[in-house]
């Protein structure tokens, strides 16, 4: 329970200079991209560390087909990897800005994103 007892009140001590911290990991977070697919990389999804989806990639043969409930399959399963990518992001970011230090209930706070 305190092996990370020194971790923690370092982060106290910073705690000054936390916001600014955050400003620089929001700001980190929107050069960040994560990327999703779907069908064999026919569906691909681009969105940015602040959950904007910057680009949707459809490869011409699917739509060719003319399929919509294989797009409404596959959209959202492309979307979903890249979230979760995005997620871990965050939590990645979050453990490095507290050093370290696993804060209860961090995990399910920032699945909740």
Request: hydrophobic content about 45%; overall charge negative.
């Amino acid at each position: 329970m305190f092996k990370n007892l020194n971790g923690f009140a370092q982060m106290l001590r910073n705690a000054g200079s936390l916001g600014e911290r955050v400003k620089e990991i929001r700001a980190s977070l929107a050069e960040e991209v994560a990327t999703g697919s779907a069908g064999g990389d026919m569906i691909r999804v681009e969105i940015s560390g602040l959950g904007e989806v910057r680009k949707l990639r459809i490869d011409p043969e699917l739509v060719a087909k003319n399929d919509p409930e294989m797009l409404e399959e596959l959209i959202p399963a492309a979307m979903n990897e890249a979230l979760a990518k995005v997620r871990q992001l965050h939590l990645d970011k979050m453990r490095e800005a507290t050093g370290g230090i696993d804060l209860p209930g961090l995990d399910d706070a920032l699945s909740s994103l």
